[in-house]
T-cell receptor, first 110, second 119 residues
Framework: DQQVKQNSPSLSVQEGRISILNCDYT??????FLWYKKYPAEGPTFLIS?????DKNEDGRFTVFLNKSAKHLSLHIVPSQPGDSAVYFC?????????FGKGTSLLVTP | ETGVTQTPRHLVMGMTNKKSLKCEQH?????MYWYKQSAKKPLELMFV???????ENNSVPSRFSPECPNSSHLFLHLHTLQPEDSALYLC??????????????????FGPGTRLTVL
């Protein structure tokens, strides 16, 4: 049973606009959330994270929002750039393990 | 070499073969992980080692055998695999800790993966 869900397998956004990637989870015991970015033929690269005691974390063009009551988090990329085109994975920590979503493929078009 | 490296990058093996995947991290981390990514499935955690001790075995079949001789190296020994074991195998590392979840196992750094095909 999947505890971390990314319901949109793909997203297309125009360069300069905002990209919003969504993630839902079911386990209220998750205490730390992360976003990873993956290019083809490479391993996932850590992007940004947020602790469950916060509701927002910002790093340059990337902002992660956490809504604990809704068990929902989102990654905002603004402005989007063509180099942001990749697969984005949401992950949630429980004990020793990171639980990953299936990923959302983002395409940023010029 | 920097970061997390994995060899080989691609491997094709028959069901009766024995092979090993190697992972090496150059980040000074103490925790290492094996993940499996099958087509259209999320990353699945297989094994966790913290300070060379196995702390997690996520119900992985015995045909997969991990080995962690030191904090920098991690192996996955493969024996009599099945075609459904074909997948991308990813190694990761992170700062380890004395246990519990506080401050441990946060950001994990991944290698490029080994694409395994079992015929």
């Amino acid at each position: 049973d999947q505890q971390v869900k990314q319901n949109s397998p793909s997203l297309s956004v125009q360069e300069g606009r905002i990209s919003i990637l969504n993630c839902d989870y079911t386990n209220s015991m998750f205490d730390y959330f992360l976003w990873y970015k993956k290019y083809p033929a490479e391993g996932p690269t850590f992007l940004i994270s947020i602790s469950s005691i916060k509701d927002k974390n910002e790093d340059g063009r990337f902002t992660v929002f956490l809504n604990k009551s809704a068990k929902h988090l989102s990654l905002h990329i603004v402005p989007s750039q063509p180099g942001d085109s990749a697969v984005y994975f949401c992950a949630a920590r429980s004990g020793y393990a990171l639980n990953f979503g299936k990923g959302t493929s983002l395409l940023v078009t010029p | 070499e920097t970061g997390v490296t994995q060899t080989p990058r691609h491997l094709v093996m028959g069901m009766t073969n024995k092979k090993s995947l190697k992972c090496e991290q150059h980040l000074g981390h103490n925790a290492m992980y094996w993940y499996k990514q099958s087509a259209k499935k999320p990353l699945e955690l297989m094994f966790v080692y913290n300070f060379k001790e196995q702390t997690e075995n996520n119900s992985v079949p015995s045909r997969f055998s991990p080995e962690c001789p030191n904090s920098s190296h991690l192996f996955l020994h493969l024996h009599t695999l099945q075609p459904e074991d074909s997948a991308l195998y990813l190694c990761a590392s992170s700062q380890g800790g004395s246990g519990g979840s506080g401050g441990v196992y946060n950001e994990q750094f991944f290698g490029p993966g080994t694409r395994l095909t079992v015929l």
